[in-house]
């Protein structure tokens, strides 16, 4: 993704990723706390006032003195410390937020329950800054505080599933470049803008099943809409462009990392969860938990698929995350090559580094990483797989900066004959050409189009022809370019901007063009076309692979709530596909199964699930 992940890292950094506002302007702030008496001071704005019936405050970048409030989180961490307060006298407007966060930029000392005043400026800040696209979130910067009371009742607002509208969002202003900062908000109709007028408030859900694992942020989603797409195992599944889970919650804590549920989903954060609804770039509207609820597992466990029979080619793609000879984790994807994936006879590998990972110093081959993977496959009790690949031109294919990905053919030559042709390297275009009546690839390995701009700086896919009973078959593995970039759902741009598909988009019409070349040879040719794709079932990007019918989405065989390989922001999404030609599908004579054992799991050894395809060629 992305593929977007997520690395383990120290509780400290992970403490200031979860707070992860970026200081600008207000680093500078000054923070003041008085205790004092109630004063008779003339009327003050309300928060409601600062908050406004928009998602920008109409008191942007004034100065306001006296706002009244009780404290309802304290944030003592990371770069945006702080707290927030919120109003107990509500106006009896919906869209209009009776809670506001104060940037203190030093550790605050007021507490949870007290009654303060507050006085500074009104800001509004783009967590990660305007180039995200993000919503802005609206401050009290370089404050002074006053405590009046402590000990006082904490207001709250309970989201639940009646009160999340099933519209996600409007459509942006045309005239403001699709922003909906401009739009009063709606929050009885959209999604949306029911959260945003609850931003800084005090909010609660109760027993909420857990969507996204936790991961090394102590992060995890939750949906409040139990029955919203379903996936068989617990999840909420992304299907459209215009289905986007409106239930779905980050929930963070606001207390001791140590102490945050360790979740997978389907598990279920049982009882009470509350504290204040944040807004940050790694994921938008977040409960920033001052009370967790407790964890009841579900005690989902890792699938396994069934071994082919004697007369099935099985054909598998996985995403490895960048595995390198440094890794502890090659006895892990042995293992589940072994054991889960029950040894396919072809395994696409995505994202093999060179010989010495991430270290950039002109290494290209991969030869030791694929013989230590392969070695662990021996143990674990596999088959001694041989393999196939072609080494890129140094720091030419994306990726992590010296790590040379590249994707490789693994093959059981017991069960599988790879038809080795010279001629293929990092530069050099393969081609189709006849042989005895048949199509046959120019060079085996070869690279398709690597010229093409569409592949510039990203992985060029790795075409091969493989024998199996007596029959070719041609199989191409792909690793397209990333989701970086691209505006995220809780954009202040609707609908967001998706601007890494571009490349996509040009990618798929590559590889679709060169399997339309072999299909024009040999029309009932078998083409196996694999890999993370890093797009939807349903994007332009498979529409585009499709095209003219030469090839078909196969994990659209499955049923919808079974239909994911990867899982982000409490969606379960497709980002790994696997298609096939015309004559796999006409014989209806394959079987496919996306193998859930990564990302649905906390303690994943990548974030993709490896997808599976048994036929009989």
Not at 10 to 20: Q, W
Not at 375 to 391: F, H, N, T
């Amino acid at each position: 993704m992305p593929s977007n992940s997520a690395h383990p890292v120290s509780i400290a950094f992970s403490r200031s990723r979860l707070a992860a506002l970026a200081v600008t302007t207000a680093c500078c702030a000054t923070y003041a706390l008085v205790v004092t008496a109630p004063a008779h001071a003339a009327a003050a704005v309300a928060i409601h006032d600062i908050q406004g019936a928009t998602r920008t405050s109409p008191l942007a970048g004034q100065q306001v003195t006296g706002v009244a409030g009780v404290v309802t989180g304290v944030r003592t961490y990371g770069s945006s410390r702080g707290f927030w307060f919120q109003n107990t006298t509500p106006d009896d407007d919906p869209a209009t937020s009776e809670g506001v966060f104060v940037f203190t930029s030093s550790a605050p000392t007021v507490k949870v329950g007290d009654a303060v005043t507050v006085s500074g400026t009104v800001s509004e800040y783009v967590p990660g800054g305007a180039s995200t696209g993000n919503q802005s979130l609206t401050e009290i910067t370089k404050p002074t505080v006053a405590v009046v009371s402590s000990g006082n009742r904490v207001p709250v607002t309970t989201i639940s599933a009646k009160s999340v509208p099933a519209a996600y969002t409007p459509a942006g202003d045309p005239a403001a470049s699709g922003s909906i900062n401009g739009l009063t908000l709606r929050p009885k109709k959209y999604a949306l803008d029911y959260y945003e007028s609850l931003e800084g408030q005090n909010v609660r859900v109760g027993s909420s099943r857990v969507v996204t694992a936790s991961d090394a942020y102590a992060e995890l989603w939750v949906t409040v809409k139990p029955r919203e797409n379903t996936t068989e195992r617990g999840g909420t599944r992304y299907g459209s462009y215009t289905s986007q889970n409106t239930g779905r919650l980050q929930i963070q804590s606001l207390g001791a990392v140590a102490d945050f549920p360790v979740a997978d989903v389907g598990d279920v954060l049982s009882g009470r969860t509350e504290g204040p609804l944040d807004f940050n770039q790694y994921g938008g509207y977040t409960l920033v938990a001052r009370e967790l609820g407790t964890l009841k597992q579900s005690g989902l466990s890792r699938e396994t698929t069934r071994a082919q029979k004697s007369g099935e080619l099985a054909v598998a793609t996985y995403n490895v995350e960048n595995l390198d000879p440094t890794d502890a984790t090659f006895e892990e994807h042995a293992a589940a090559i072994v054991d889960n994936l029950k040894s396919p006879d072809i395994v696409s590998l995505e994202e093999i580094q060179d010989n010495n990972g991430a270290k950039d110093d002109g290494t290209v081959a991969a030869d030791v990483t694929l013989t230590r993977l392969i070695d662990a496959i021996v143990a674990a009790g596999g088959p001694r797989y041989d393999w196939r690949s072609i080494d890129p031109v140094n720091d030419q294919d994306g990726g992590e900066p010296g790590g040379n990905i590249r994707q490789a053919f693994l093959f059981n030559p017991e069960r599988v004959a790879f038809t080795d042709r010279a001629g293929g390297d990092s530069t050099t275009a393969v081609g189709v050409t006849r042989s005895h009546g048949k199509a046959a690839l120019t060079a085996s390995p070869g690279r398709i189009d690597p010229a093409n701009e569409a592949w510039k700086n990203s992985r060029k896919p790795l075409a091969g022809e493989f024998t199996f009973r007596g029959k070719s078959v041609f199989v191409i593995a792909n690793h397209f370019a990333s989701k970086g970039g691209d505006q995220p759902l809780t954009a202040q741009y609707q609908p967001p901007v998706r601007s890494s598909e571009t490349q996509r988009h040009a990618q798929a019409t590559s590889v679709n063009s060169f399997v339309k070349d072999i299909l024009k040879v040999q029309r009932n040719a078998d083409v196996i076309t694999l890999g993370d794709i890093n797009d939807f079932e349903f994007s332009g990007t498979a529409q585009r692979l499709e095209d003219g019918g030469a090839l078909w989405s196969a994990i659209k065989s499955l049923p919808k709530s079974e239909r994911y390989t990867y899982d982000y922001q409490g969606n379960s999404q497709v980002l790994d596909q696997i298609l096939i030609s015309p004559s796999i599908r006409k014989k209806d004579a394959f079987r496919y199964d996306s193998v859930h054992i990564n990302s649905e799991f906390h303690d994943q050894i990548s974030d993709h699930d490896p997808q599976v395809l048994r036929l009989r060629p």
